[in-house]
């Protein structure tokens, strides 16, 4: 078998890439008539401005709740009030973001808290507030929550148990003790102003940035590339970098035959690829969804058949893909990854039998899909 149109033989190198957008999260649950703010309400010692959506927790309960850790009345006692400002606002996956800051004489301290439910928020701040107050606050029991919140157990992550109080090892191990205890991360201690200065807002602390390897198994459709819709297997391995993919890929589609027209005669032809793509997932609950962008690079052979002198031939085969990629979650290290590209061949070379007929040619553009499983790590 030879080959005619014996141009493109070289390497034709072709990329495209994808122009991610970045997603702007901004949301203060204080703007729109959305959220309320209750202020200046004391709670043995405590100022507090409570703004949150009104499906939260309300300032009233959070305030029961530091009385029960307390085990006292709203009286202030003499002591030295702590104030108090948390901002609840809905994150873009659905769960539910607290900005805390507490100020206890000239100290300041600040933190971020991450859960499911607004309810956890409210019971992680209250638990908190009364630990800066009193490092035993923890060992008095969990607050019951309101029946209307829609409370449900969960884990927080990000909270401080030493607001505004001195971090020894007395809240540390109370903190510790208590099954409900939040795990602690604890911004810098801000200096206090000087007079007449107007003190700057803390800054809360950053979140490393997520890195993991993948493995992944799919089973492949291709409408176009070979002689009829051709099924393949393709196998991968990435890195995410935050919600960036960047994998190196292989997939092998297998012989179809492919005749001459109003002959018995053709040729078996399959396809081999390597390629590299990059992704920009964003994720929404259990699902990550967005835009991709690669390359493949490899060989497309044909053997021929029925004809009185057999042979074979190889083609170059460069296809840029603009694609999309959709996982869903089963675990937190099993997904189950769909992908759909569309490859255009930058090479395109017709396979004949020479003095007979044409074989195979490739469309200008194929539609690609795969489903598989993948497995992440660490």
């Given amino acids: 078998m030879g080959l005619l149109d014996p141009c493109r033989r070289g390497l034709l190198a072709a990329a495209e890439s994808l122009v991610v957008s970045a997603l702007a999260l901004a949301a ?9 703010a209750d202020t200046a309400a004391s709670a043995g010692g405590v100022e507090l401005d409570w703004i949150a959506p009104g499906e939260c ?6 305030l029961a709740e530091i009385e029960q850790r307390l085990g006292r009345s709203s009286e202030a006692n003499g002591e030295p009030p702590l104030k108090a400002r948390a901002v609840v606002s809905r994150n873009e996956r659905g769960s539910w973001d607290l900005r805390l800051t507490t100020t206890l004489g000239e100290t300041t301290r600040s933190r971020e808290l991450h859960g ?14 009364a630990l800066a107050i009193d490092p035993d606050a923890a060992s008095r ?8 919140t829609g409370a449900a157990p969960g884990d927080i992550s990000g909270a401080d148990p030493g607001a505004g109080a001195d971090p020894g090892a007395g809240a540390s191990a109370a903190a510790d003790a208590s099954p409900d205890a939040p795990t602690a991360v604890e911004a810098p201690t801000a200096a206090s102003p000087p007079p007449g200065a107007s003190a700057a807002p803390a800054q809360g602390p950053s979140r490393p940035l997520e890195l993991r390897g993948t493995l992944r198994a799919s089973g492949v459709l291709d409408t176009a590339s ?31 035959q492919a005749f001459v027209e109003r002959t018995t005669m053709g040729g078996d032809v399959q396809l081999t690829t390597g390629g590299l793509r990059v992704c920009y997932a964003m994720r929404y609950r259990s699902i990550e969804l967005g ?13 021929s058949f029925g004809a ?21 979650t089963l675990s937190d290290r099993l997904r189950v990854p769909l992908t759909i590209d569309v490859p255009f061949p930058v090479t395109r070379d017709r396979f004949v039998l020479v ?9 200008a553009a194929t539609l690609r899909a795969s489903l598989g499983v993948e497995v992440r790590f660490p």
Avoid: K
């Avoid at 203060?28 to 309320?36: C, I, P, Q, S």
């Avoid at 927790?57 to 959070?62: E, I, L, P, Q, T």
């Avoid at 962008?293 to 053997?303: Q, W």
């Avoid at 003095?355 to 469309?363: F, L, M, N």
């Fill in 308 to 328: 009185a002198s057999p042979g074979s031939n190889r083609a170059l085969w460069v296809a840029p893909h603009p694609g999309a990629l959709a996982t869903f």
């Fill in 116 to 129: 499911e439910t607004c309810a956890e928020l409210a019971d992680a701040a209250a638990l908190i507030i």
């Fill in 28 to 36: 203060l649950a204080a703007v729109a008539g959305d959220a309320r």
């Fill in 57 to 62: 927790a309300d300032r009233s309960r959070v």
């Fill in 355 to 363: 003095g007979i007929g044409a074989v195979h040619r490739s469309a």
């Fill in 226 to 256: 070979l002689p009829a819709v051709a099924p393949g297997a393709g196998i991968a391995a990435g890195m995410l970098i935050g919600a960036v993919r960047v994998e190196l890929s292989g997939t092998y589609f297998g012989a179809q």
């Fill in 291 to 303: 835009p991709c962008a690669g390359v493949e690079v490899g060989v497309m052979s044909a053997d």
């Fill in 141 to 148: 029991g969990t607050p019951t929550a309101a029946p209307d």
